[in-house]
Nanobody, 119 residues
C-alpha cells in the first residue's frame, strides 16, 4: 500500500511564504503525477497545481505566479512553495499522487494540512 504524509502548513500573515511537503511511502514503484488541491471553509475542493512526469506544470489562475510545484523523485516527494500568501489562500491543502506500486496502479490523497493566512 501507499501512504502520503503532508507537512508544512501553519499560520502566517499576508505577504509571507510557506512551503508544503508531501512524501509517499510504502510500496511505491514510480509516480507520474502529483497534484495539490485545497478546500476553503464552506467551499468545494479545487485543484490548484499539478505536475506530470516531473515537468509539465499547471496552475489555477488564483495561484499562478505565486505558487510553485516541484518534485524530488528520489524521495517520492512533492512540494508546494507558496509566496505572497493572501487571506483567500486560507484552506486545507491536500496532495494527490498517481503512479504504480507493487500492487498495480494507485491514486492516493494525503490527509490534508491547514494553511491559515491572516490579514
Amino acid at each position: 500500500q501507499v501512504q502520503l504524509e503532508e507537512s508544512g502548513g501553519g499560520l502566517v500573515q499576508a505577504g509571507e511564504s510557506l512551503r508544503l511537503s508531501c512524501v509517499a511511502s510504502g510500496s511505491v514503484v514510480s509516480i507520474n503525477k502529483w497534484a495539490w488541491w485545497r478546500q476553503a471553509p464552506g467551499k468545494e475542493r479545487d485543484l490548484i497545481a499539478s505536475i506530470t512526469n516531473g515537468a509539465d506544470q499547471n496552475y489555477a489562475d488564483s495561484v499562478n505566479g505565486r505558487f510553485t510545484i516541484s518534485t524530488d523523485n528520489a524521495k517520492n516527494a512533492v512540494y508546494l512553495q507558496m509566496n505572497n500568501l493572501k487571506p483567500e489562500d486560507t484552506a486545507v491543502y491536500y496532495c494527490v499522487s498517481r503512479g504504480y506500486s507493487d500492487f498495480g496502479n494507485f491514486a492516493k490523497w494525503g490527509q490534508g494540512t491547514q494553511v491559515t493566512v491572516s490579514a
